[in-house]
């Protein structure tokens, strides 16, 4: 097990990472300051975890909500029924909420903490490989609205993270490569190095070569954890940077329908197109595009545009996106592999022309 902290001084907590920890007690224990427990997992995933957990915390007084599984259910409806859930289960400010499942219920149940009586205290152990490089981490909690990705939400710190690298076993193929979408994001935009491994290592991952995965998960979250720790609640536009390819790719969720494209989907095309306004920006070379696209493609990730959408769905959806500000659009995009910036200094003209470009290939 590899074990380092997200350093946010008073807020600051341990993401644990390896295998077989469902099964490990004392790192639920450890974190659970009194006797009651909220589980919160999903149709899909408490079939085959929910026991492990529930055994894990057997000296506790454990209470259990299933939602349904899918993107679509990421609503303000959906936290009511957590809420209705609590309250009828008699659940107070001493509770500690668990999150097991992946990015969407992590989300959802985190902003069920921040909100429930002002604030309860949660744990996450994130069963996708998304999760547990990204959504996980951070504190970032949050829904979906029918205008917008994640327009409401909170910032809001677990206690700990739990990352089981065996519950990476039952993720399906596309689920895996959604996850390593954003773990070439990292290289992308802050660690070279790690670029460099992934284009020797990217077919370990989408084999799940364990070692490979390992790694990984802990570099990811190193980078996550780092940047966070710049810039917990995004004020100086470092922590912005784990946006890329993130404006573009929710205008895809949002234009397509939620659940239709897995969110790394969407990242991983929004990234490419990032990648293309950068090279028209003069940033970016051509040479180092076709590197990220092989990445891409070597990881069954999308390298085409939605047929269905239009540069003008683009537009349309991209005007909502949190990163908007005074009338603006700022989106991150490449001077390098590596370097990434956030800017509103972009020719919108250039904009206009890439997504003319991908939406017609």
Same mark, same amino acid.
């Given at each position: 097990?590899?074990?380092?902290?997200?350093?946010?001084?008073?807020?600051?907590?341990?993401?644990?990472?390896?295998?077989?920890?469902?099964?490990?007690?004392?790192?639920?224990?450890?974190?659970?300051?009194?006797?009651?427990?909220? +589980?919160?997992?999903? =149709?899909?995933?408490?079939?085959?975890? &929910? *026991?492990?957990?529930?055994?894990?915390?057997?000296? #506790?007084?454990?209470?259990?909500?299933?939602?349904?599984?899918?993107?679509?259910?990421?609503? +303000?409806?959906?936290? =009511?029924?957590?809420?209705?859930?609590? &309250? *009828?289960?008699?659940?107070?400010?001493?509770?500690? #909420?668990?999150?097991?499942?992946?990015?969407?219920?992590?989300?959802?149940?985190?902003?069920?903490?921040?909100?429930?009586q002002r604030g309860i205290n949660f744990i996450q152990v994130p069963t996708t490989l998304l999760a547990q490089v990204d959504s996980s981490v951070g504190g970032k909690t949050g829904v979906n609205h029918t205008l917008g990705?994640?327009?409401?939400?909170?910032?809001?710190?677990?206690?700990?993270?739990?990352?089981?690298?065996?519950?990476?076993?039952?993720?399906?193929?596309?689920?895996?490569?959604?996850?390593?979408?954003?773990?070439?994001?990292?290289?992308l935009i802050r660690d070279l190095e790690f670029f460099h491994w992934l284009e020797q290592n990217i077919l370990k991952l989408v084999e799940r070569d364990l070692e490979a995965l390992a790694f990984a998960v802990h570099r990811?979250?190193?980078?996550?954890?780092?940047?966070?720790?710049?810039?917990?609640?995004?004020?100086?536009?470092?922590?912005?940077?784990?946006?890329?390819?993130?404006?573009?790719?929710?205008?895809?969720?949002?234009?397509?329908?939620?659940?239709n494209w897995l969110h790394g989907e969407a990242v991983a095309y929004g990234m490419l197109m990032a990648a293309n306004l950068s090279i028209k920006q003069g940033w970016l070379n051509q040479q180092d595009y076709a590197r990220?696209?092989?990445?891409?493609?070597?990881?069954?990730?999308?390298?085409?545009?939605?047929?269905?959408?239009?540069?003008?769905?683009?537009?349309?959806?991209?005007?909502?996106?949190?990163?908007?500000?005074?009338?603006?659009?700022?989106?991150?995009?490449?001077?390098?592999?590596?370097?990434?910036?956030?800017?509103?200094?972009?020719?919108?003209?250039?904009?206009?022309?890439?997504?003319?470009?991908?939406?017609?290939?």
């Amino acid at each position: 097990m590899k074990t380092f902290d997200v350093q946010l001084g008073n807020r600051s907590y341990p993401i644990y990472i390896g295998g077989n920890l469902l099964a490990q007690s004392n790192l639920f224990l450890d974190h659970i300051p009194n006797e009651s427990v909220f +589980i919160i997992s999903n =149709e899909k995933v408490a079939p085959l975890y &929910l *026991e492990q957990v529930l055994d894990s915390c057997k000296r #506790l007084n454990c209470e259990v909500k299933i939602l349904p599984d899918g993107e679509q259910h990421k609503t +303000i409806s959906t936290i =009511e029924t957590i809420y209705s859930a609590l &309250l *009828e289960r008699h659940c107070s400010r001493d509770t500690t #909420l668990i999150a097991l499942g992946g990015g969407v219920v992590g989300d959802m149940a985190g902003f069920a903490a921040a909100t429930y009586q002002r604030g309860i205290n949660f744990i996450q152990v994130p069963t996708t490989l998304l999760a547990q490089v990204d959504s996980s981490v951070g504190g970032k909690t949050g829904v979906n609205h029918t205008l917008g990705k994640n327009m409401i939400g909170s910032f809001y710190q677990p206690q700990c993270v739990i990352a089981d690298l065996n519950t990476l076993n039952t993720l399906d193929d596309r689920e895996l490569s959604a996850g390593i979408a954003e773990i070439i994001k990292y290289g992308l935009i802050r660690d070279l190095e790690f670029f460099h491994w992934l284009e020797q290592n990217i077919l370990k991952l989408v084999e799940r070569d364990l070692e490979a995965l390992a790694f990984a998960v802990h570099r990811s979250c190193e980078n996550k954890a780092f940047i966070v720790a710049e810039d917990e609640l995004e004020q100086s536009g470092k922590r912005a940077l784990l946006n890329f390819g993130h404006t573009f790719g929710h205008a895809i969720e949002t234009g397509m329908g939620y659940g239709n494209w897995l969110h790394g989907e969407a990242v991983a095309y929004g990234m490419l197109m990032a990648a293309n306004l950068s090279i028209k920006q003069g940033w970016l070379n051509q040479q180092d595009y076709a590197r990220i696209e092989n990445l891409l493609l070597v990881a069954n990730l999308p390298t085409q545009a939605p047929e269905n959408m239009t540069a003008d769905d683009f537009f349309c959806h991209m005007s909502v996106d949190k990163k908007v500000r005074d009338g603006k659009l700022y989106l991150v995009l490449l001077n390098k592999i590596g370097e990434a910036v956030l800017t509103s200094d972009f020719n919108t003209a250039l904009l206009e022309s890439t997504l003319q470009e991908c939406c017609s290939a």
